[in-house]
């Protein structure tokens, strides 16, 4: 794929590109979390985009989508939303950098990968933070990666019309192989927590349904939790996100809140316990723990935040009747995409079996998994690797 991505940019612009590759990422737990200040957990995985680029000496960005066999010429001068919706990953991050004043000079890219799309892998935050770092690299804007990360936000809000968070930008560009980053979208600190995996395996499990309310639920959760921050803030005027409340703040006001909006509070407060207990249940090496928390995450997601959807909660209902699944939930925003499984290594394969045996008989769909390995964030990919 890569030395096809290569190829492709050599023949249709005549020289030789830079590379870059970004991956997508899973998230172990934290889900809801981000933009309400809280904590998440993700790792950056061996699904990624590659990034085949070089400046042209014009004022014209020229691309070429490889996976989709599009192309595209957008003129520098007046960046703007295009009604080619796989362009506008791009164009979002490039009008960021215009907007903070850096010089955007013509180029050429080919790019393409094997993020699924619509999976929840973040396979758009593998192609904002890729060309994020791969033009701060060919010119030389020497932006800190933090900036490079947020700017990739920037652009999924501008250009794609969803109000996400941090954590599948800072996921695609600070992961690191064998580690999950616990990062705090409050205070931006982050640290890195080794993945013992010897006896376990990442699973994805792939519902291939993406319900299309996705992306207007997602903003309207954000106005659920702003409302709640907003009726605690009468009682408790330090409170500045539902980072700064517990359970017993919000137990002691239940009456007066809308009932939608206590439940959606209830679950990030009590997701952001877990991410911490759950580190400490990593730091322990107590793999059993963990798997709990992922599971008291989904049934939060469930209930109470309620962006689960049928098939996966059918998913994670089957993973738990299996003793060799330490712990399974929905990943990502919800209404589809997959659910992620912590799974023995030595039942893997019948694991594989039994869902995919289970989903068709039960849905008619055919169940895709992926076993994630946990790489790098976004880098350069040396000349010998292509
Ligand atoms: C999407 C967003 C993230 C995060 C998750 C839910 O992936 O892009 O910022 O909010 O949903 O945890």
């Not at 703007?80 to 050429?108: C, H, M, P, T």
Request: hydrophobic share 35%; charged share 20%; net charge negative.
């Amino acid at each position: 794929m890569l030395q096809e991505i290569i190829d492709t940019f050599e023949s249709r612009y005549q020289q030789q590109p830079v590379v870059v590759r970004s991956p997508g990422r899973v998230n172990l737990i934290g889900e809801h979390t981000d933009y309400n200040d809280g904590f998440v957990l993700p790792a950056a995985i061996n699904k990624e985009i590659y990034f085949a680029v070089a400046p042209n000496g014009t004022n014209t960005f020229r691309a070429y989508a490889y996976d989709l066999q599009e192309e595209g010429e957008f003129d520098l001068g007046q960046v703007q939303r295009s009604e080619k919706s796989w362009a506008n990953y791009l164009l979002g991050v490039i009008a960021q950098l215009q907007q903070a004043q850096y010089e955007v000079k013509g180029f050429d890219l080919v790019y393409g990968g094997n993020v699924p799309i619509g999976a929840g892998l973040s396979s758009s935050a593998a192609v904002e933070c890729g060309l994020a770092y791969a033009l701060n690299h060919i010119f030389g804007y020497n932006i800190p990666k933090f900036d490079l990360v947020k700017m990739a936000q920037m652009a999924e809000h501008e250009y794609a019309g969803v109000k996400c968070g941090i954590m599948d930008q800072f996921a695609s560009m600070y992961g690191r192989q064998d580690h999950a980053v616990k990062l705090d979208c409050r205070s931006l600190d982050f640290d890195y927590y080794h993945l013992e995996m010897a006896d376990y395996r990442i699973v994805l499990c792939d519902t291939q349904v993406k319900h299309n309310l996705a992306s207007s639920e997602y903003n309207t959760r954000r106005q659920e939790c702003e409302a709640g921050v907003a009726l605690l803030q009468k009682h408790y005027p330090q409170v500045k996100s539902l980072r700064d409340v517990t359970v017993p703040m919000l137990e002691q006001h239940q009456e007066e809140f809308n009932p939608v909006v206590y439940k959606r509070c209830i679950y990030v407060v009590e997701e952001n316990n877990r991410v911490e207990e759950a580190c400490q249940a990593l730091e322990q090496g107590d793999m059993i723990t963990f798997g709990e928390k992922m599971y008291a995450s989904h049934r939060g997601l469930q209930h109470n935040y309620e962006v689960s959807c049928p098939e996966l909660d059918f998913l994670v209902d089957q993973a738990k009747e299996m003793d060799s699944v330490l712990g399974a939930r929905m990943m990502g925003g919800g209404f589809g995409g997959c659910t992620i499984n912590l799974v023995k290594l030595d039942a893997l394969d019948s694991f594989i079996q039994r869902m995919e045996e289970a989903y068709q008989q039960q849905f008619g769909i055919a169940l895709k998994t992926y076993v994630a390995e946990i790489v790098n964030g976004s880098s350069l990919v040396e000349p010998s690797q292509g």
